[in-house]
């Protein structure tokens, strides 16, 4: 499959325009290890190292449809990885907006500096994100792109009222793909979408 032919399966599968252009926007093989550029554009999850993945194409844009994202919104990603989905998210909120990524494994976090340094609007931490960034909150969207048993009450506090939380729960070997939306001090779980398998998050 090469690029074209992904972007039309995505646009068969009902994505929006902000999304398909994010997605044409950001080569996804700027993001890959050299020995799989031949599969990039494959909707199937790619090793990055560590033991650590690329989330597949479709996956990605269920995650990104669900954030609603918008112009000038300031956006928080967890596990962020290479920071493919970072650059995609960049190219949805815009010049205007903010992106953070949050990345524990060193390696992957040096990385993805290299891999998003012509983004001007996103900065990487490498660091735990089981907390969450305080320091930068709030958030109108958090994302969490690895596997987590339980909600983090701790980002609660770090949505604006109103914002947005997507994350995969449950075992390590299938979750459900929870959004939530901030209202008061509570989460209010919008949809529930099961049969993702992300890896797990790493504390």
Do not use: W
């Not at 909707?43 to 669900?66: C, F, K, N, V």
């Not at 949505?159 to 989460?187: A, C, D, W, Y």
Request: glycine share 8%.
């Amino acid at each position: 499959m090469n690029k074209q032919q992904l972007l039309k399966s995505l646009k068969e599968m009902g994505f929006s325009r902000k999304i398909l252009d994010a997605f044409s926007a950001v080569k996804r093989e700027d993001f890959v290890p050299p020995e799989f550029k031949d599969r990039v554009y494959e909707d199937t999850p790619l090793p990055i190292g560590r033991g650590q993945t690329i989330s597949q194409p479709h996956t990605i844009a269920i995650m990104l449809s669900e954030l609603d994202l918008r112009k000038g919104q300031k956006v928080l990603e967890l596990g962020s990885g290479c920071g493919y989905v970072l650059a995609l998210i960049s190219k949805i909120v815009g010049n205007e907006g903010k992106v953070f990524g949050v990345e524990i494994i060193s390696e992957l976090a040096k990385k993805s500096k290299e891999n998003l340094e012509n983004y001007n609007n996103i900065k990487i931490y490498n660091k735990s994100g089981f907390r969450g960034l305080p320091e930068q909150a709030p958030f109108d969207r958090i994302l969490v792109s690895a596997a987590c048993r339980e909600l983090p009450e701790e980002l609660l506090g770090q949505l604006k009222e109103g914002g947005i939380l997507v994350l995969p729960k449950g075992s390590r070997f299938e979750q459900t793909l929870v959004v939530l939306k901030r209202k008061g001090n509570v989460f209010d779980i919008k949809k529930k979408i099961p049969g993702f398998i992300f890896v797990p998050f790493v504390e």
